[in-house]
C-alpha cells in the first residue's frame, strides 16, 4: 500500500502494540525506574505515539484554516491553492521546528 500524504502512516490499530513493546523494552533493559502504574505508563506512552503521528494531520488542518481565512484574495488573484497551501505548511513547519 503506497504512502498517503495527509494520512497517518502507522495504522491506529498498531499503537497500543508499538507502546507495549517500547516500555516492555525500556523496563527489561532497566533504562528507567517505574514510579506510576504500568497501565499508566502504557496509556501515556500510547498517547505519545498518537499525537505524533497525527502531527502532520493537525498541521494541514491549521493551514487549510490560515489559507480558508483568505480565500476571497486567493481567488480573486487566481492563485495556486495548492502552492500556496505547501508555502504556508513550510513556514510553519520552519518557525515551530515541526520535524515531520
Same mark, same amino acid.
Given at each position: 500500500?503506497?504512502?498517503?500524504?495527509?494520512?497517518?502512516?502507522?495504522?491506529? =490499530?498498531?499503537?497500543?502494540?508499538?507502546? +507495549?513493546?517500547?516500555?516492555?523494552?525500556?523496563?527489561? %533493559?532497566?533504562?528507567? %525506574?517505574?514510579?506510576?502504574?504500568? %497501565?499508566?505508563?502504557?496509556?501515556? =506512552?500510547?498517547?505519545?505515539?498518537?499525537?505524533?503521528? =497525527?502531527?502532520?494531520?493537525?498541521?494541514?488542518?491549521?493551514?487549510?484554516?490560515?489559507? +480558508?481565512?483568505?480565500?476571497?484574495?486567493?481567488?480573486?488573484?487566481?492563485?495556486?491553492?495548492? +502552492?500556496?497551501?505547501?508555502? =504556508?505548511?513550510?513556514?510553519?513547519? %520552519?518557525?515551530?521546528?515541526?520535524?515531520?
Amino acid at each position: 500500500m503506497p504512502l498517503q500524504k495527509g494520512r497517518m502512516r502507522v495504522p491506529k =490499530t498498531w499503537v497500543p502494540l508499538m507502546a +507495549k513493546r517500547i516500555v516492555d523494552s525500556i523496563i527489561s %533493559k532497566d533504562l528507567v %525506574k517505574i514510579t506510576v502504574p504500568s %497501565k499508566k505508563l502504557l496509556s501515556e =506512552t500510547e498517547e505519545l505515539i498518537m499525537h505524533e503521528l =497525527t502531527v502532520e494531520d493537525r498541521l494541514n488542518e491549521e493551514v487549510r484554516e490560515i489559507l +480558508k481565512k483568505h480565500s476571497s484574495v486567493i481567488e480573486l488573484g487566481r492563485l495556486d491553492f495548492r +502552492k500556496l497551501f505547501d508555502l =504556508t505548511k513550510q513556514k510553519l513547519v %520552519k518557525e515551530r521546528n515541526i520535524v515531520l
